[in-house]
């Protein structure tokens, strides 16, 4: 299985609003409403911020919000912060019963 | 509060099999409606699923890991375990293990351990 496809990095300055794609195939993203987006920061472990698109755990900003049009999904982080520099991972299911990430974002808060 | 830790060798020579163990607290692992998974990520690299087991036992691996991955669970010692064969240098990572939820999220995750494959 091939990896989902994300922009190597991303930037924006505090306040301002930024959005990461994640782009697979009708096999995955596009034929399931099972991605998940992650946050991770330097030496820790992922942090799940949305799941099934566009829902948000409890805890998480609502500055976090997750949307899918066919077969790329999409994380818009609004409002940016400081503390939103990481890297971000989506992940889908896949028609094969398995799991799949994408290649990771770097978002850089300017 | 659950918690995941995992625990193994650090170092694997290059061809004999990387062994990880995750324990699980705060949790029956033998509880229904979720998945246990290991992932990795080489240094300075992204993530990659290796594989999930569920509490009835059934296993789903990464197409490229398949021939080489065993994850097994011990209920009685409330944990569950990988096993990676034949490993080379391209197998160095932090592997995490990590619960998987509804809508297959991974809602926690151990804190990872670093396994080098060197001779």
């Known amino acids: 299985q091939s990896a989902l496809t994300q922009p190597a990095s991303v930037s924006g300055s505090p306040g301002q609003s930024i959005t990461i794609s994640c782009t697979g195939t009708s096999s995955d993203i596009g034929g399931y409403n099972y991605v998940s987006w992650y946050q991770q920061h330097p030496g820790k472990a992922p942090k799940v911020m949305i799941y099934?698109?566009?829902n948000r755990p409890s805890g998480v900003p609502d500055r976090f919000s997750g949307s899918k049009s066919g077969n790329t999904a999409s994380l818009t982080i609004s409002g940016l912060q400081a503390e939103d520099e990481a890297d971000y991972y989506c992940?889908?299911?896949?028609?094969?019963?398995?799991?799949?990430f994408g290649g990771g974002t770097k978002l850089t808060v300017l | 509060q659950l918690q995941l830790q995992e625990s193994g060798s650090g170092l694997v020579k290059p061809s004999q099999t990387l062994s990880l163990t995750c324990a699980v607290s705060g949790v029956s692992i033998s509880s229904g409606g979720y998945s246990w998974s290991w992932i990795r990520q080489p240094p300075g690299k992204g993530l990659e699923w290796i594989g999930y087991i569920y509490h009835s036992g059934s296993t789903y691996y990464n197409p490229s890991l398949k021939s080489r991955v065993t994850i097994s669970v011990d209920r009685s010692k409330n944990q569950f375990s990988l096993k990676l064969t034949s490993v080379t240098a391209a197998d160095t990572a932090v592997y995490y293990c990590?619960?998987?939820?509804?809508?297959?999220?991974?809602?926690?995750w151990g804190q990872g351990t670093l396994v080098t494959v060197s001779s």
């Open positions: 990590a619960r998987g939820s509804y809508g297959y999220k991974f809602d926690y």
């Open positions: 992940t889908s299911y896949t028609s094969s019963t398995t799991l799949v």
């Open positions: 099934e698109v566009t």
